[in-house]
């Protein structure tokens, strides 16, 4: 499949009052053209810095260490988008060739703004295009992302709409430019979960009509089964099980994304506790020797005290980094409930 972004080696650290954050530590991945990758983990796990730097939206205390960030434009060519400057990546990149979708409409909207100028003024921005054209455009736009009388709401405040009329906004705004990849940042948490369903519902449709690379970041699995072809699972600021949606969900081999997966709510279980992983992840003030997550794993062995563990190779597309995978470890039983879970996800999916 024909990458779109590839992501190598990329290594990031800030410099704060207490110290340096190591928060991006060498992550590696790549996104299909056409498909939707979504990146997972608790809380400063590292996926919005990840994307912040695919946009050119890291803070100035940020200093990228490694890494390139590949981008492959309309015409074929190759971007190292680490080598554009901010002005740059304002003026090329963010909104005609990556757009985002931030998980809080009312902080990306300006409050003292018609929705239908702030539609126009990316276009206008962008495109060589008359004030007339580019409110018809926004009128479109407004249509295709389901927002009922387009002509009249163009003219609303943004407080005079509901939650989910407001993420359609920005969603609007985002599509405005015609970008290539739509990245997603907690889209469907502000809202309540019927309107959740309506807006991934709405981003997949967008995503078929355009022809879009879509990238989710999230901490819902439930949202990943849904819109994801391919799962990244983050970790204290590295990727420790890569794989595409089903590999993820029905084998996956991290002790991690088992902890991930047994914390989702199950209505056919007959545990009447929720399950949380133990513990916290580490500060990355004091990098962490080994494996980061050795401290809240009961799998754990004494080489994870001391070395961090290789991606290992499971598929053509399934990779995982924990020393469970080495020929010489002992076999582990997955935990019961999970093991219950997975059969019934197969079961439901007709996988063997």
């Not at 800030?14 to 983990?41: E, Q, S």
């Not at 078929?208 to 819902?220: E, R």
């Not at 949380?276 to 994870?304: C, Q, T, V, W, Y």
Request: proline letters at 6%; hydrophobic letters at 40%.
């Amino acid at each position: 499949m024909e990458k779109i972004l590839s992501v190598k080696n990329l290594d990031i650290t800030f410099r704060t009052n207490a110290g340096k954050i190591h928060a991006i530590r060498g992550i590696n991945f790549d996104l299909p053209a056409g498909k939707t990758l979504a990146l997972v983990g608790e809380s400063g796990s590292g996926k919005s810095v990840t994307m912040k730097a695919v946009t050119g939206l890291l803070d100035d205390n940020a200093t990228i260490n490694t890494g390139e960030i590949l981008y492959r434009a309309g015409d074929g060519k190759i971007i190292n988008l680490l080598t554009l400057s901010k002005k740059e990546m304002r003026r090329n990149i963010n909104g005609q060739q990556i757009a985002m979708v931030f998980q809080d409409p009312m902080t990306s909207l300006d409050p003292t703004m018609q929705i239908g100028e702030q539609i126009t003024e990316a276009i206008l921005l962008h495109k060589k295009i008359s004030a007339n054209d580019a409110k018809e455009k926004a009128v479109e736009l407004l249509k295709l992302v389901g927002i009922n009388e387009p002509e009249k709401r163009f003219k609303n405040y943004p407080h005079q709409l509901s939650g989910g009329q407001r993420q359609r906004v920005v969603i609007a705004i985002a599509l405005s430019c015609e970008p290539k990849i739509l990245i997603c940042d907690e889209p469907t948490t502000a809202l309540d979960v019927t309107i959740q369903a309506r807006i991934l519902d709405l981003i997949q449709d967008i995503q078929m009509k355009m022809g879009l690379s879509v990238i989710y970041i999230t901490h819902d699995l439930g949202v990943v089964a849904k819109v994801a072809d391919f799962v990244n699972v983050m970790y204290a600021g590295k990727i420790i099980e890569t794989g595409t949606v089903d590999e993820i969900f029905y084998d996956p081999r991290h002790p991690y994304t088992w902890g991930l997966l047994l914390a989702m709510p199950d209505l056919d279980t007959n545990d009447d506790r929720l399950y949380s992983i133990p513990g916290s992840p580490p500060n990355l003030l004091h990098e962490p020797e080994g494996d980061a997550f050795a401290a809240r794993n009961k799998f754990a062995m004494k080489i994870d005290e001391r070395e961090e563990p290789p991606m290992f190779k499971i598929s053509e597309t399934h990779f995982a980094a924990t020393w469970l995978l080495h020929p010489d470890a002992p076999k582990i039983e997955l935990p019961p409930e999970l093991n219950l879970r997975l059969a019934r996800a197969r079961k439901a999916a007709n996988i063997l």
